[in-house]
T-cell receptor, first 111, second 114 residues
Framework: KQEVTQIPAALSVPEGENLVLNCSFTDSAIYNLQWFRQDPGKGLTSLLLIQSSQREQTSGRLNASLDKSSGRSTLYIAASQPGDSATYLCAVSTGANNLFFGTGTRLTVIP | EPEVTQTPSHQVTQMGQEVILRCVPI?????FYWYRQILGQKVEFLVS????????KSEIFDDQFSVERPDGSNFTLKIRSTKLEDSAMYFCASSRQGADNEQFFGPGTRLTVL
């Protein structure tokens, strides 16, 4: 069964800093990997989708990479802002029309 | 921008009662999903639905649960005989196609079973 792990569980950085969030998965046979943002008590906002054939995706200040063979993905956030404070979730699709989620990294950006 | 909507935002029910959670997926999407998140835990897949039938379901999705697309826009999750441990946030999602497509999530329904 696919297991998804995210490290660190929580991260606190000063505003303006660049940061990296990590995601690892146990089964490399994935269709894609998706990064989400979740604000407290709210739904999930899709940030980036990387297909299994891709190595990188960018959206604004966000850059996600995927190394399928090693079972790893990173989400790079440039020039962090207080509004980036949220929990970031990664999820992998194994092709069975479902997503396996990690436990998330709770990010706090200090003004 | 089109989005997935869910009603109600919060549902409180007594143990043993039946609840129906409602979702309106994005209009041109063909695949629909339900997930749940127990407080402090991972988001867990429950079921996926395509072409008016279940395409995949998890071990959690037992006979207590059912899904339906009663008309051209709504997608519902019914939970029979609710238990205390069914208390969770339930998320509906949709995607244009299946496994290799981006899933878009609704804001969730918080279910509290007393």
């Amino acid at each position: 069964k696919q297991e998804v792990t995210q490290i660190p569980a929580a991260l606190s950085v000063p505003e303006g800093e660049n940061l990296v969030l990590n995601c690892s998965f146990t089964d490399s046979a994935i269709y894609n990997l998706q990064w989400f943002r979740q604000d407290p008590g709210k739904g999930l906002t899709s940030l980036l989708l990387i297909q299994s054939s891709q190595r990188e995706q960018t959206s604004g200040r966000l850059n996600a990479s995927l190394d399928k063979s090693s079972g790893r993905s990173t989400l790079y956030i440039a020039a962090s802002q207080p509004g980036d404070s949220a929990t970031y979730l990664c999820a992998v699709s194994t092709g069975a029309n479902n997503l396996f989620f990690g436990t998330g990294t709770r990010l706090t950006v200090i003004p | 921008e089109p989005e997935v909507t869910q009603t109600p935002s919060h549902q409180v029910t007594q143990m043993g009662q039946e609840v129906i959670l409602r979702c309106v997926p994005i209009s041109n999407h063909l695949y629909f999903y339900w997930y749940r998140q127990i407080l402090g835990q991972k988001v867990e897949f429950l079921v996926s639905f395509y072409n008016n039938e279940i395409s995949e379901k998890s071990e959690i999705f037992d006979d207590q649960f059912s899904v339906e697309r009663p008309d051209g826009s709504n997608f519902t999750l019914k939970i029979r005989s609710t238990k205390l441990e069914d208390s969770a946030m339930y998320f509906c999602a949709s995607s244009r196609q299946g496994a290799d497509n981006e899933q878009f999530f609704g804001p969730g329904t918080r279910l509290t079973v007393l």
